[in-house]
C-alpha cells in the first residue's frame, strides 16, 4: 500500500462506512474507504432506501432521520441519483391501532401529522382495503434506490479526493495502523463500519452490546398502471408496532396484545413504478418459502388492492440489530470508533450519525 498517512480510514463501503467518508472529506480530512468485497454487496446494497422519521424512537434517533433526510436530498442533486421525497401513511386496522395513532398524533413527534378518517384516506389511496376505517400521514422523509446511490455516492468521494481501495479486507488494527490484504495503511483516526458482518473484526464487542443478525425480506412488485401512485411508505397494525416511534406510545399495550401473527410488511413505490416491499424473516435460513411469501401477500391484500402484484424480484438481506438500542458507537482503543446501526434503519441513521461521529473523533481522543 502507499505510504500516504490518512486522517481518517473507514473499514467497511456500505452506507454507514460511505456516511463517514463523506462527512470527513467535508472536513477537509484526506480520507480511504477499505471494502473487502469489489463492489458493495451486503446489506447496504439490499436495503429498501427508505428515511422515515415518525418511525424512529423520539430524540436523537428522530433528530438524525430528519438530518439524514436533508443530506440524502442533497447528495442525490449532487450525485445524480433519484431521491424522492415521501412521508409515512399508517393504516389502523383495529380500534387499538387507532389509538397509537391518536396517541402519535398528539406528541412532539406528531408535530404535522394528519390524522385520517375512511373517506380522507380513499382520497390518498382508492386500493384501500373496505375494513380500514382510520388512519394517519406523517410529513418528511424520502426514498432512493441503493444500487443506484452507493455507485453515485462512491464516484462522488471520488471525486472529493477519497481513495476507495476496494477487494481489500482489514485483517487487524490498532491505533493508528490497519493491517490489510494489500498491505498496512495508517491513519491518525479510524472508523470501522462492518455492517452485518459481527466476527470479523471486535466479535466480542458486538456480543458484549446484545448485538445479533436477523435477516428481512425483498419483494419488488411489477411497474404499476400510471394512475397507482404512491406518495408514503405504507404500514398496518404489524408494522406500526414494528416503528418505535409508535411502539412506545402509551396505548401501544393494547395493540400489542391484540396483534396476530402477520408479517410487518412496509410498502414503498420506486421511482420507476415499482413497489418494494419489507418484511421481517422469522428465521437467518437464506430461503423465502413459498409460505412466507404467501403470507406478505396476504399482508399487503389487508392494506390495500395491487393494480399488478407479479413478483420481479425476490431478495433477502441480514441485518444487525440490538433488542435496546439502534447504534452502537464504541472507542476500543484511541482514535478509533467502531460503528453499527442496529434499529433496521441504516438509510435514516447513517449520514447524520457520520457527522457525529467525524465530530467527535476529531475533538474527542
Do not use: K
Amino acid at each position: 500500500m502507499s505510504s500516504v498517512r490518512y486522517d481518517l480510514a473507514v473499514v467497511g463501503a456500505g452506507l454507514v462506512g460511505l456516511g463517514h467518508a463523506l462527512a470527513a472529506a467535508r472536513r477537509g480530512l484526506s480520507t480511504i474507504v477499505i471494502e473487502r468485497e469489489r463492489q458493495p454487496l451486503g446489506r447496504s446494497l439490499c436495503d429498501a432506501g427508505v428515511v422515515c422519521p415518525a418511525g424512529q424512537a423520539a430524540g436523537t434517533s428522530w433528530l438524525r432521520a430528519r438530518r439524514s433526510t436533508a443530506l440524502w436530498m442533497e447528495l442525490g442533486r449532487l450525485a445524480d441519483f433519484p431521491v424522492t421525497p415521501i412521508g409515512l401513511l399508517a393504516l389502523a386496522q383495529s380500534p387499538e391501532a387507532a389509538a397509537v395513532l391518536d396517541d402519535f398524533a398528539d406528541s412532539r413527534m406528531g408535530e404535522g401529522s394528519l390524522p385520517l378518517d375512511r373517506a380522507e384516506l380513499e382520497g390518498r389511496l382508492p386500493s384501500i382495503a373496505a375494513a380500514i376505517e382510520r388512519g394517519l400521514a406523517a410529513p418528511g422523509g424520502c426514498h432512493f434506490e441503493p444500487r443506484q446511490a452507493l455507485p453515485r455516492l462512491t464516484d462522488l468521494l471520488d471525486g472529493m479526493g477519497v481513495d476507495i481501495a476496494l477487494g481489500t479486507a482489514a485483517v487487524s488494527l490498532v491505533t493508528g495502523r490497519i493491517e490489510t490484504t494489500a498491505g498496512m495503511i495508517r491513519a491518525d483516526r479510524i472508523v470501522v463500519a462492518p455492517g452485518a458482518d459481527l466476527q470479523t473484526l471486535y466479535p466480542r464487542v458486538f456480543a458484549g452490546h446484545g448485538v445479533h443478525l436477523a435477516r428481512r425480506h425483498y419483494l419488488r412488485l411489477a411497474a404499476q398502471p400510471a394512475g397507482f401512485r404512491l406518495d408514503a411508505v405504507v404500514i398496518g397494525d404489524a408494522g406500526i408496532l414494528a416503528q418505535v416511534g409508535f411502539a412506545r406510545q402509551r396505548s401501544a399495550p393494547g395493540l400489542r396484545a391484540r396483534q396476530q401473527a402477520s408479517p410487518a410488511v412496509e410498502l414503498v413505490q420506486a421511482a420507476d413504478g415499482t413497489l418494494v416491499v419489507t418484511a421481517p424473516a422469522t428465521s437467518l435460513e437464506p430461503f423465502m418459502t413459498a409460505a412466507a411469501e404467501a403470507a406478505i401477500h396476504a399482508a399487503l391484500a389487508d392494506l390495500l388492492t395491487i393494480p399488478d402484484p407479479t413478483v420481479v424480484e425476490r431478495w433477502q438481506a441480514l441485518v444487525p440489530v440490538a433488542d435496546d438500542r439502534d447504534v452502537v458507537i464504541v472507542a476500543p482503543e484511541p482514535g478509533i470508533r467502531l460503528v453499527s446501526v442496529t434499529g433496521g434503519n441504516a438509510a435514516g441513521t447513517a449520514l447524520a450519525l457520520a457527522e457525529e461521529v467525524v465530530e467527535d473523533l476529531l475533538t474527542g481522543v
